[in-house]
Nanobody, 127 residues
Framework: EVQLVESGGGLVQAGGSLRLSCAAS????????IGWFRQAPGKEREGVSC????????YFADSMKGRFTISRDNAKNTVYLQMNSLKPEDTAVYYC????????????????????WGQGTQVTVSS
C-alpha cells in the first residue's frame, strides 16, 4: 500500500523558516517523482515544488523560487521541503504526492498528474 506522510508543519512568524518532510512507503521510492502542493482556505490547490527521481531535477512555482528548496534522501524514502522567508500568504495545508506516470518538465507541478497523496500538514505564518 502506497503511503505518504507529511510532517513538520506548524506556526511560524513571517520571515521564519520551516522544513516539511514527506515519508514514503509501499512503492519503489527511488523511481518516482514527488511533488509538494498546498491549499489555502477558499482557494484551489496549487503546485509548490517537485523533484524527479534519479536525476533529481527540481521545479518550483514562481512565487516560491528563491525561498523554497526541495531535496530527497532515497536511503530514507523521504523528500524535504525547506521553506525560508515565509509570508502570511504561504499559510495553507501542504501535501506531498507521487505519480504513477512520469510528468516531464513543469507538468510535475500539476496536481492532476498525481495519483497518491498524503494527509497534509498545516503551515500557518503569522504577520
Amino acid at each position: 500500500e502506497v503511503q505518504l506522510v507529511e510532517s513538520g508543519g506548524g506556526l511560524v512568524q513571517a520571515g521564519g523558516s520551516l522544513r516539511l518532510s514527506c515519508a514514503a512507503s509501499g512503492f519503489a521510492f527511488d523511481d518516482y517523482s514527488i511533488g509538494w502542493f498546498r491549499q489555502a482556505p477558499g482557494k484551489e490547490r496549487e503546485g509548490v515544488s517537485c523533484i524527479t527521481s534519479s536525476d533529481r531535477i527540481t521545479y518550483f512555482a514562481d512565487s516560491m523560487k528563491g525561498r523554497f528548496t526541495i531535496s530527497r534522501d532515497n536511503a530514507k524514502n523521504t523528500v524535504y521541503l525547506q521553506m525560508n522567508s515565509l509570508k502570511p500568504e504561504d499559510t495553507a495545508v501542504y501535501y506531498c504526492a507521487t505519480q504513477v506516470v512520469y510528468s516531464s518538465g513543469t507538468h510535475c507541478l500539476e496536481d492532476h498528474t498525481y495519483d497518491y497523496w498524503g494527509q497534509g500538514t498545516q503551515v500557518t505564518v503569522s504577520s
